[in-house]
């Protein structure tokens, strides 16, 4: 039987590997909210959704007190259904990152057990396209590394077999930035994809300025330059740069990304499965995206994210940014380059429940 008898949620705290910073904030811990559903025929999934530092205590509530009490009984192969039925339900505070994060640590705990029942993982259950897919590092390119260090972590990272590099940009002085990114291209040539983020710290005649001196050393994309609900601001921008703009990390519908293609004021979609609802709507973004001829290619929850560009046709590439390594017992594998979407039914996540236990929030 598929219906769901128990349904279940935590919050635990888990501490970065090394210092993260971009031109807005510091990343010092991630807000971890798990979701447990068991059916009555005993299969047990699990989701999970995140904040970076603060929030993760409100939608651990909005779960608790209105979300997981309404699950009891529902049919758990009726993703769908659960999905607008619980969307339905939480208008009142629809579109808004509290929600979105909620629904997703549901809906991924659907799939968990969706492809558990099937025997199937999910980039094969999702779509199945391809099971290698392209990498990238952002771990050598926070904000406050210097250019020696940048240098060093994008050669790893060529001498890795790895596409990509993202490089963080956003310091006091754009001749910095530009410095910055002229030291990578030249140590790594041509060849080397180098991503930049500016993580919303632009205006945008300054976003214009800051293209302008990028350019010359061809990065692969600039990313979220001004606040994500600047369209016309980032359609402007893009008409006036070469550098393909990527943004989607900070949007919490399926809606706000149509804005976005329509327009023109997005290149790359970075759709990211916890801020987007769910894997049921970032499934429905990415194919969105595809009609716009849109690579997507999402941000952070490498482990989670590897099945889903496996999945579809148009997911180019994988962030490598390490955070579950503390409570899971496998971790994403990388092969000549590539990284693998597992093939454990489910998710592909193997969570330690006694190390998540270990850094729960009482």
Known sequence: MSIITNATALLADIAVETDRT????SFVKQETILVRLTTADGIEGTGYAYTIGTGGTSVLALLRDHLL???AGKDARNVEAVWQELFSLTRATTTGAITSLALAAIDTALWDLRCKRAGEPLWRLAGGHRQHVPVYDTEGGWLHLGAEDLVKGALAAKDAQWAGVKIKVGKPHIAEDAERLRAVREAVGPSLHIMTDANQSQSLSR???????LEPYDPYWLEEPMPADDISGHATLARSTRIP???GESMFAPMQFRSYLETGGASVVQVDVARVGGITPWLKVAHLAETFNVMVCPHFLMELHVSLVAAVSNGAYVEYIPQLRAVTRTELTVQDGLAVAPDLPGIGIDWDMDAVDDRRVS
């Open 22 to 25: 971009d031109a807005m904030q």
């Open 69 to 71: 009490p309404l699950l």
């Open 207 to 213: 976003a214009v300025q800051l293209a302008a001196a």
């Open 245 to 247: 703009i990527a943004v």
